[in-house]
């Protein structure tokens, strides 16, 4: 198991609001992100669950999270100007064609 860091609910907002402040700059402020308003929020939830996924394990009994990576490179994510090759999307594989 990875070193991890169980969060108590101050910090795991505190989180979840760099969270959010990483999502909106690479939705909307980073080189190349989408011009309409809808794409821009797809983006976001887009980059917002795939950060939640990678940065928290969330208990709903307590209320809290656990970190599971260094939350030094979340602040970077909120003030840097191109989309990191680690949170783009991968293609998703064609569907197959369905069997009669």
């Known amino acids: 198991m990875k070193n991890t860091i169980k969060l108590n609910r101050e910090e795991t907002n505190r989180i979840y609001r760099d969270i959010n402040s990483a999502s909106y700059n690479l ?5 190349g992100s989408p011009t309409e308003p809808e794409a821009r929020k797809a983006k976001y939830y887009e ?3 795939t950060l939640r996924k990678a ?4 208990d709903r009994v ?3 999270a656990t970190l599971l990576k260094s939350a ?3 602040e970077a994510l909120k003030s840097t100007k191109t989309f990191p090759k ?3 999307a991968t293609p998703k594989a ?4 369905k069997r009669i």
């Open 72 to 74: 030094k490179s979340l």
């Open 47 to 49: 980059v917002q669950n």
């Open 27 to 31: 939705a909307n402020n980073v080189k």
């Open 55 to 58: 940065y928290l394990s969330y």
């Open 62 to 64: 307590s209320k809290t």
């Open 94 to 97: 064609s569907p197959k064609s």
């Open 86 to 88: 680690s949170l783009e």
